[in-house]
């Protein structure tokens, strides 16, 4: 499965902590590494550009951060680590010595989650940290859950949307094509009436498991579309890739034994897939479109006899495309921009 994405649905919530301590005076770093030394993986700055270096190239759980710097102060660094998407979710608590009103809500209006004053008493500072990196790990564990399929664990609707909107941006600023994949089991309903739910239930695990393990290059992402439905991203994929890689997707899993709950018969399902590609996908034009496109390969390949793959152009769908859709002209063909 894709890497950089499939680790954070793979990964569970981070139980060693890390914490990034920045002051430009290195007895109270040094002060702060001993009493938080417990907590887990500690690294230091000894500067605001020093920290925002640091932090290009590392996520930690919890940052505490000085206010009075020379060069880029406390303020600044918060600021700048709020207005980027990869450590907004960082929280931050200051460490300062202006204990005054002003000094406070500047620091929470930067977007800090606490405030600290110096004089530093260690009882003070372990439980606040303790406190903060519990409920940042509450919050990314509350996100995995809310983009995760359950039963499968494979990202869900929901996360598979986000990608593909994703995924379409970046293949437009790179001017790449961008293939879909979407396909469900074959005669799935008679799967579930002849062997019951939880068999049904544990023939999408493995059927998931399967996908996962069959998407090796990082940036395909397998995820759970609906009911007996998935859907594999292709970033960077052409017609003939997407298709081969459909065609491929099939025979791996006519060839995937579905174990029963009774753990004694082993039984095979095969699945039909279609696959659409988006040779150049532009911005603005409707992602739907090309769902729309999979979708009807889809519908072909159960009518061509299941078991199989279709392939279906982007653009050449005018069942279902929306006319009004200013994306799409009016034979449903996406305007160029
Ligand atoms: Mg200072």
Redesign the pocket.
């Known amino acids: 499965m894709r890497s950089a994405v499939a680790a954070q649905f793979e990964a569970q919530p981070p139980q060693a902590q890390s914490i990034l301590i920045v002051?430009?005076?290195p007895a109270i770093v040094q002060l702060l590494g001993e009493m938080l030394k417990p907590f887990g993986e500690i690294r230091f700055a000894l500067s605001g550009e020093q920290a925002l270096a640091i932090t290009t190239s590392f996520t930690p759980d919890l940052i505490l951060l000085?206010i009075?710097?020379p060069g880029v102060n406390g303020l600044d660094v918060c600021r700048r680590l709020k207005a980027n998407p990869g450590l907004r979710e960082v929280p931050i608590i200051f460490v300062t010595g202006q204990n005054d009103l002003t000094s406070e809500v500047a620091a929470l209006e930067a977007g800090a989650v606490d405030f600290i004053a110096k004089p530093l008493a260690t009882p003070i500072v372990v439980a606040r940290v303790r406190t903060h990196l519990r409920l940042h790990q509450l919050t990314e564990a509350l996100k995995h859950s809310a983009r995760t399929d359950a039963l499968t664990g494979l990202p869900n609707r929901r996360a598979f949307d986000e990608e593909l909107a994703a995924e379409w941006r970046r293949a437009s600023r790179r001017r790449e094509p961008l293939s879909l994949l979407l396909f469900d089991i074959d005669h799935f309903k008679a799967f579930n009436d002849s062997h019951g739910h939880p068999a049904g239930d544990e023939c999408l695990r493995i059927v998931g498991q399967a996908i996962a393990a069959f998407l090796k290059r990082p940036g395909d992402l397998a995820a759970r579309y609906g009911g007996e439905e998935f859907a594999v991203i292709l970033p960077a994929t052409d017609c003939p890739d997407a298709l081969r890689m459909a065609n491929a997707l099939v025979r791996t899993i006519a060839d995937t034994a579905i174990t029963l709950p009774n753990a004694l018969e082993k039984r095979r399902v095969t699945i039909s897939v279609g696959a659409a590609t988006v040779e150049l996908p532009a911005p603005g034009t409707a992602i739907a479109a090309l769902v729309e496109c999979a979708d009807s390969a889809l519908y072909r390949a159960k009518r061509n006899g299941r078991n199989r793959a279709e392939f279906q152009p982007f653009g050449r769908t005018v069942r279902n495309i929306d006319h009004d859709d200013p994306a799409t002209d009016p034979r449903g063909n996406p305007i160029e921009r």
């Open positions: 002051d430009d005076d000085d009075n710097m």
